[in-house]
């Protein structure tokens, strides 16, 4: 027995202190069991409230799944949903943050309710890598390093003149730039025309041929040779009192026949060639020249030995040079013709004052 016990049992008072312990180690005892009752009755209602929550949040997401889609798809969601809630072990409490609400089914409805309210906000991380950034200014690259002047954008603005506003400079400018119709693409040359253009006579072909396309003049070669003999037989020359132009600028393919929207686009140019010339005759050299002309699909044969009229313009309708290369026989009724054409243009001018024109 210990010093202090042996002492104690001495004086007496020894049965005294062993109750006082014995008293001490079973209140001891009995806050202890208490608080292990308190715990364990909190735990297991923190549990059934838990579980009681995870009831209602299967209950809204059911029903939120079946408002959106059909009611067997629903259905086997939400029981899908039950079942994994309910096989979760439920045996560690969840300690709720201070401020949270006071219910965890209001917290879980709230937050269900905002995820069906709300869009997604997380944009695709795609989305944000081809983003440009903000001081990107390339898009300033295509602007003008300056605008331009109030006299530059007047020009821009004002329309063409009509081509039958041009003078011969303009008119020669527009007829090579001209892609009025699909003749412009093969061409080589505009063929515009060539000689006197103050002439009291001109004459005008059909269409530029292969030379005439290379060269850009109308009538050479063979048939512009023989086109020359024939105004020497009158006391003309080429660019002496006389001016040659076609109906077409642009040489057909093949050498083809132009087709009638050609002849209404490319006719402008050749009205306001007559304009500018004021010839006292025309002479049309061939039977498609005689009928873009005239407006008519008469044969030449009936169209010859007559004056015809163009623009104001006496007109009188002879064979083509190339075809007399190949009908010599023909060259007589030529020249008949241009006796017709001689006539004509004396009628025209009373008081004839051109040197070398004779009978």
Sequence with gaps: MALHESALEELGLAPMWMRRGIAQRAAASDDAQSQAESADAATRATASADIEARGEDMAVRAAAVSAGGDNGNSTETASAAVSRDASQPQDE?????????????????????????????????????????????????????EPPSRAEAQVARQPQPAVDMLDWSALEERVSACERCRLCEKRTNTVFGVGDRDADWMLIGEAPGENEDKQGEPFVGQAGKLLDN???????ARGMNVYIANVIKCRPPGNRNPEPDEVARCEPYLQRQVALVKPKLIVALGRF?????????????????????????????TYHPAYLLRSLGDKAKSWQDLCLARDAWRNASPQDTQAGASK
Excluded: C, N
């Design 289 to 317: 020249a005689a009928q873009s002309l005239l407006k008519t699909d008469a044969s030449i044969s009936s169209l010859r030995g007559r004056v015809h009229e163009y623009e104001g313009v006496p007109v009188v309708v």
């Design 230 to 236: 024939m105004l020497r037989s009158l006391g003309l």
């Design 93 to 145: 409490p969840q300690t709720e943050p201070q401020g949270a609400p006071t219910s965890r089914r209001e917290t879980t409805s709230d937050e269900t309710q905002r995820a069906m309210s709300q869009p997604s906000r997380r944009a695709p991380a795609a989305d944000t890598e081809a983003a440009p950034p903000d001081d990107d200014f390339a898009w300033f690259d295509d602007l003008p390093a």
